[in-house]
């Protein structure tokens, strides 16, 4: 929300002293005095005015893991183990996943406690990569490639998928990069051609790629960079 905005909500406030506490420059929004009443006030900032706290925010937390196979993308689950459980961190009832993984699928996952941020990762409106290094069952035929950057028919969400990229590592090994983040996605699409996927392993969303020194089941804190680079 824009930060006079912000402030004219506040019962004691009009939008005069609103403007005038601006150009005084004696609201301060995480620590630093602001004049410009555009300035984005999100519900993690810290908002003050003089000395008094007008938003006590709290702290944004982004974490990058390395989902190993055998892991459910829930936040809770009554008979395996979600993800959250492999973080030992406080509240991590808080964080929610940005972008899931099937059971079996490895690789990287993202959770934050930060709604906006999530969400500019996976809107498909966004159409930031996601990378998968696929395995498959069956040979990889040349006609997969074309196919996947017309896109796929989905008849339950009645959807055209958008075109993605397949390049060929290996007769039964590649790397797909696709825009959105459909329900099953990777697997329905090499299934049009009755082609079991066997192995499937997220390397990168958007701009952030998964840590190698990340085994399965290990995770680290977003640095500042990777967190505004999204
Ligand atoms: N597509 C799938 O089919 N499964 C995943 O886990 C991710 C993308």
Redo the contacts with the bound molecule.
């Keep these: 929300m824009r930060l006079d905005r912000f402030l004219s909500n506040l019962p004691r406030l009009n939008r005069q002293q609103v403007r005038l506490l601006l150009v005084e420059r004696r609201i301060r929004v995480d620590g630093q005095a602001i004049g410009d009443p555009h300035h984005e006030v999100r519900e993690f900032s810290r908002v003050e005015v003089d000395d008094e706290i007008l938003q006590a925010g709290r702290p944004a937390r982004y974490f990058m893991l390395h989902k190993p196979q055998g892991c459910v993308?829930a936040t809770r689950d009554p008979q395996h183990r979600t993800v959250l459980d492999l973080l030992q961190e406080p509240e991590v009832e808080d964080l929610h996943i940005a972008?899931?993984?099937?059971f079996?699928?490895t690789g990287l996952m993202l959770l934050t406690n930060d709604g906006q941020w999530s969400r500019r990762l996976t809107q498909p409106q966004a159409k930031l990569p996601?990378v998968?290094y696929v395995e498959t069952e069956q040979e990889i035929g040349p006609q997969y490639a074309e196919t996947f950057a017309r896109g796929l028919y989905f008849a339950f969400e009645d959807l055209t998928t958008q075109p993605a990229d397949l390049q060929l590592l290996g007769p039964r090994s590649a790397r797909l990069s696709?825009v959105e983040?459909?329900?099953?996605?990777?697997?329905?699409?090499f299934g049009h051609f009755d082609n079991k996927?066997l192995r499937?392993h997220?390397e990168r969303m958007g701009p952030l790629v998964l840590d190698d020194t990340l085994a399965p089941g290990e995770y680290r804190p977003l640095t500042r960079d990777e967190i505004i680079r999204v």
Excluded: A, E, F
């Excluded at 972008?99 to 099937?102: E, V």
């Excluded at 099953?184 to 699409?189: D, F, I, S, T």
């Design positions: 993308s972008g899931r993984l099937d079996n699928t996601k998968y696709i983040g459909r329900y099953h996605q990777v697997k329905r699409m996927v499937l997220r």
